[in-house]
């Protein structure tokens, strides 16, 4: 009998020296025992768990919150720092990451100043985003007055037009008193013949632009009315005529 009592004893010896499966201690019920699960007292931490945003190791790999596939963000980058990001380049992760951010919306990931939120200048470029580069909206664009004569200077009176470049047939002033005669315009030479103001300063064929010298020696003369030196004598020669009457 005693042999055998010995046998018996050594292999309950060697059965508690030995690991067993009955043993084993699954202490959260997640189906994951103490050897293999990293946080035995909470079941949804365990070997091939979904890793979540929640600075916890979920899946037992030894890292925290990479690869999060339920509740990671999407973040842009943002190249040109304006607050605004490009959606052509994108990562997932739950803490931003630098140089991105989670707008999309840029348009010009190289400017910053061009984004949603920018006012549209005259620059060639998109700067709001919209789809239209300097359009007449722009805040500096410019108001063009119709210029019917092309003589560089707009009507006074006319339908306006804004926009960034130069309309044809538009000016960039309205300082025009004639704008159907392309001889008529400020500083144009005043013409003393045609009781017209042809410089549009408010005076027609005033003396101080008249009075210039011909080339031949004789100064011209003529009206603020723009009469000729014959009418402007009549009244002379009536008024001699009436002092000889007088004398007789």
Known sequence: M???SATLTALLLAALATPSAAFAVDGDGDGHDASVDCDDGDPDVFPGAVERCNGVDDNCDGDVDEAASVDALTWYADTDSDGFGTPLFQVTACE?????VSDNSDCNDDEATVNPEETEVC??????CDGYTDEDGAADAVTWHPDHDLDGYGEYEGVTVRACEQPSGYAANNLDCDDFH????????EDCSNGVDDDCDGDA???EDCAADTGAGVPKTCSVTGASPATLALPLVL???ARRRRQA
């Open 2 to 4: 005693r042999p055998r």
């Open 96 to 100: 931003q990451p630098s140089g991105y």
């Open 123 to 128: 620059d060639t470029l998109d700067n709001d």
């Open 182 to 189: 392309n001889t008529i315009y400020p500083g144009a030479p």
């Open 205 to 207: 064929d005033e003396a």
């Open 239 to 241: 008024l001699g005529l």
